[in-house]
């Protein structure tokens, strides 16, 4: 019998793990292929995962509030099970061994007891004799194993905190500040030389043995100071924040999970990516009269054109023009990506999310604007599709929304550039007659823009093309677009 997979599936390009929140179907239940049978939580999105196949859940391997890796398998389901009738033969399946246990056939392997000797030394052999709480406690992310194998901490001896015992990243690292494996390393030693005194004769040599005794302590520290390669890993891929003091007055709250990660994301892209940022003003008359121009006939198309909706549709028409806003360094390699993908942040309060408008250049402008309302409403409700936080090759943030006149946002991992977007408003500015060439004094709709770009491949000069590019098209919109 073929059971199909469902694995933990990828969330976003920067999330490497998902938490199952909820399963929303028990083992034996019957499934409708793209039914909802668990709920997923990231720091970017929480979604309801969809069954692969139609058939029965036969088996759930990760427990609700347990967090594993994109990729794997948290259950499987028979797609010729039927629900029902098919949980309860598992019962059964486990009953049958112990009524053919009788059977003639256990006591040749009870002389073979003499085995045993080599299984104790052997380390592998000892951990299957662990209980079901220790093993649950040396389960974590490959990151938190990698962790305490660079410094030589056996995981099991760390108290964990997560899910049911469960050692996190914090944990391990706690752990490793707080000298603790170090001081029992010392303390081990000395357990070694107890036995020595049964063979007082060998007094005099004993001193030298006792000497490396304690070397294994030092021995291992090094391996927690990473360096060369290790270092620069470690640094482009994990965050340990300061601790500080809370004074009385104060209030503590331990971080939610999307608050945690959005603060690592925020600091690992700051390391990585070498931010520079080109301001630019941009005159909004000419797509505010369009906007006015046409508003009752969207209107009548059940259409709702923002400001926003234009700066998408104008950004996703130069993008192509400009390759390397729209790639990102891999390695020693750039990728110059073959699509127009906008990533468009959008305030949960609190929180940020950034659903991903795909091709975003075949869209029209009113395609455009239904597209932004539509991913911010179902984003805002908690009911994007993984699929709809990923693949962005260029994102726009508006902070200009809330007053901001301009911003300096962060580049998003993964991409090279960043448009944040100020406040719209009057201004005074000095307007120059196209005939007569006399200047006057005028009042028009403006707003400052900044790129927030990767120096490292976009240079300053490009930014400031795409910036000007981005300005003539917006400040002469076309009026069929």
Request: proline share 10%; with cysteine.
């Amino acid at each position: 019998m073929s059971r199909i997979e469902v694995p933990m599936p990828q969330m976003g390009e920067s999330i490497a793990e998902g938490t199952v929140s909820k399963w929303l179907k028990e083992v034996g239940d019957a499934v409708e292929r793209d039914e909802p049978i668990l709920e997923i939580s990231t720091d970017k999105v929480d979604a309801e995962i969809p069954s692969p196949s139609a058939g029965a859940l036969t088996e759930i391997l990760v427990a609700e509030g347990e967090t594993v890796e994109v990729g794997t398998v948290v259950a499987y389901i028979d797609p010729n099970g039927a629900g029902g009738a098919k949980a309860a033969p598992a019962a059964p399946s486990e009953q049958v061994p112990s009524a053919e246990t009788p059977i003639v056939t256990p006591p040749p392997p009870a002389p073979a007891t003499p085995s045993p000797p080599p299984a104790s030394p052997d380390p592998e052999d000892v951990t299957c004799t662990a209980t079901s709480e220790e093993r649950l406690r040396t389960r974590s992310t490959p990151v938190v194993r990698r962790i305490a194998a660079e410094a030589g901490v056996v995981i099991s001896r760390v108290t964990g905190t997560g899910h049911q015992g469960r050692v996190t990243k914090q944990d391990i690292l706690a752990y490793i500040e707080s000298g603790q494996d170090a001081a029992a390393a010392p303390t081990a030693a000395p357990a070694t030389p107890a036995p020595a005194p049964p063979t007082p004769a060998v007094a005099p040599p004993s001193p030298e043995p006792t000497p490396p005794e304690p070397r294994p302590a030092p021995a291992r520290r090094p391996a927690a100071a990473p360096s060369g390669d290790d270092l620069w890993r470690r640094f482009a891929r994990e965050v340990d924040h300061p601790v500080f003091p809370a004074r009385e007055e104060d209030r503590v709250e331990t971080m939610d999970k999307m608050r945690r990660l959005t603060a690592e994301h925020m600091v690992l892209s700051k390391r990585i990516h070498s931010h520079v940022h080109s301001i630019i003003e941009i005159d909004f008359s000419a797509v505010d009269r369009i906007r006015r121009r046409n508003k009752a006939r969207w209107a009548k198309r059940g259409a709702r054109v923002s400001y926003t909706a234009f700066v998408a549709w104008a950004c996703s028409r130069i993008l192509r023009d400009f390759p390397s806003v729209n790639g990102v360094l891999s390695g020693n390699n750039i990728i110059y990506r073959g699509a127009v993908n906008l990533g468009m942040a959008v305030d949960l309060n609190p929180g940020l999310i950034v659903p991903v408008i795909h091709d975003a250049d075949d869209l029209s402008l009113v395609g455009t604007a239904r597209k932004i309302i539509d991913l911010a409403t179902r984003a805002k409700a908690r009911q994007l599709s993984p699929s709809e936080i990923q693949g962005a090759t260029f994102t726009i943030t508006n902070p200009g929304v809330l007053g901001t006149v301009v911003g300096m946002p962060i580049i998003p991992k993964g991409t090279s550039a960043i448009l944040g977007t100020g406040s719209i408003e009057k201004r005074v500015v000095v307007l120059t007659d196209s005939e007569s060439g006399q200047d006057s004094m005028g009042i028009r709709k403006r707003s400052y823009f900044s790129l927030g770009y990767d120096h490292r491949l976009v240079d300053g000069a490009d930014s400031a093309r795409f910036l000007f590019a981005l300005r003539e098209l917006l400040q002469d919109f076309p009026e069929d677009a």
